[in-house]
């Protein structure tokens, strides 16, 4: 798909959200200890959660860590990727939200940690966002974080905002395109991954 207005070189955007990822864990990271969370012994996994992801360069990005992958890991994933896709659409179905683990999850690691999507960094501590229309959003984190800050009087929380902004501006560039040109992007990882790279020109 040819795209209406200039884009910035791949490698260049790519760099820059990079840049932006590593933000996000610090901020992360800061508010974690800060809370004394961690990921340590947790009953739960965050990587069964049915979470949705909704833009282009986030999917290239992902794109490009599958390529790191040798031929068998890869195919491997898709394969994963693909039975997730179809068991997530039966219990859609059925009523039920999905708790499927994700194919990038091998022996309880994430085989793509470098390249993993903006939600998967964020989701856990409490957070909130700024939405144009004036509402706030609030999200109390998961449900360990939620046991350690049940009796604090002013829970800390992280503004996902100004980093929605800057990768809402990282999409602009990278798309090239005016609003509307493309498809909404609306989709889990594994639709992701079966969908193939995602229609956008080099």
Request: net charge neutral; aromatic share 6%.
């Amino acid at each position: 798909m040819t795209c209406g207005s200039k884009k910035t070189p791949q490698n260049s955007i790519f760099r820059r959200l990079a840049e932006l990822y590593a933000r996000m864990e610090a901020e992360y990271d800061d508010l974690a200890s800060r809370l004394g969370l961690s990921c340590a012994k947790c009953s739960d996994n965050c990587c069964v959660s049915y979470f949705q992801h909704h833009t282009y360069i986030e999917w290239a990005y992902l794109w490009r860590g599958i390529t790191t992958l040798d031929a068998e890991q890869r195919q491997a994933v898709l394969a994963r990727a693909e039975d997730n896709v179809a068991r997530s659409r039966e219990l859609l179905a059925q009523g039920s939200r999905p708790r499927i683990m994700c194919p990038l999850n091998q022996a309880g690691l994430c085989i793509l940690y470098d390249y993993r999507l903006m939600i998967c960094r964020l989701h856990g501590v409490p957070n909130q966002i700024h939405m144009p229309s004036g509402e706030t959003k609030q999200f109390p984190g998961c449900h360990v974080c939620q046991e350690l800050t049940a009796n604090m009087p002013r829970v800390p929380v992280l503004d996902r905002t100004p980093l929605y902004i800057e990768l809402a501006q990282l999409e602009r560039e990278f798309t090239g395109s005016q609003p509307g040109r493309l498809p909404k992007v609306d989709m889990t990882l594994s639709e992701m991954l079966v969908q193939g790279r995602p229609p956008i020109s080099e």
